[in-house]
């Protein structure tokens, strides 16, 4: 079953005098429990596109369904709300909070959906020793290497079990070894919640790894 579709999704960026193309009619669909990788050189469009799947970030054309509902007809609170409820984001860089332990940076989404302090952290505890972080739960991002943040990252981004993950470029900032361990984690994770996940990714070893590898060259999209 059909859990996300683009068709036809076009984005232009515009200085007034010129007009840059990021995105040409892109098409794709996320089966329920499918994992996608999107594959594709610097510039080719991938973070655009994931952001507009994300609903950070509006198409100059085309539409985006989520359970066959337009997510960019959503005004801004349902937007924010349906993110939270619904969507998981990782990034090449953690986006960690640094005033905020680990426990507290992964409570971090449950707290905004309105859940209560005590919790929020049960459950955040409970998610960041899944991703082996039981010795690290106390510590603040700075105390924490690369791997152990982006494992921090992957926890606050799965502590509310979301249908859809979107991950740019998980592994982009971390030496291979670790690379290959978070990915590894990331397959685990959605093997065990059944998660439907859109993976951004320059390297064609890991996206192999994936249900389903497209590629976006120059804004346009292709399965591989």
Excluded at 122 to 137: C, K, S
Aim: charged share 15%.
């Amino acid at each position: 079953m059909s859990l996300l579709q683009c068709t036809d999704l076009a984005k232009q960026f515009s200085d007034g005098e010129n007009i840059t193309s990021v995105l040409e009619g892109v098409n794709l669909t996320v089966d329920q429990g499918q994992s996608v990788a999107v594959v594709g050189s610097s510039g080719s469009g991938k973070s655009t596109f994931l952001h507009i799947l994300g609903g950070l970030d509006t198409p100059t054309s085309g539409t985006v369904l989520f359970n066959n509902e337009n997510i960019h007809q959503f005004n801004q609170a349902k937007a924010a709300q349906w993110r939270n409820k619904n969507i998981g984001f990782i990034y090449q860089f953690h986006h960690l909070l640094p005033e905020f332990t680990a426990l507290e940076n992964v409570a971090m989404p449950l707290l905004i959906a309105g859940q209560s302090t005590s919790t929020a952290e049960e459950t955040a505890q409970a998610m960041l020793v899944r991703v082996g972080l039981a010795h690290r739960i106390k510590h603040f991002p700075s105390q924490l290497s690369g791997g152990e943040r982006q494992r921090v990252a992957i926890a606050r981004a799965m502590v509310h079990q979301p249908e859809l993950l979107f991950a740019d470029e998980p592994t982009g900032n971390l030496d291979n070894a670790t690379g290959l361990a978070i990915y590894a984690l990331l397959l685990e994770l959605k093997t065990e919640y059944n998660m439907t996940s859109v993976i951004v990714t320059h390297d064609a070893q890991l996206a192999a790894k994936c249900d389903k590898q497209v590629t976006l060259t120059s804004g346009k999209m292709a399965e591989l």
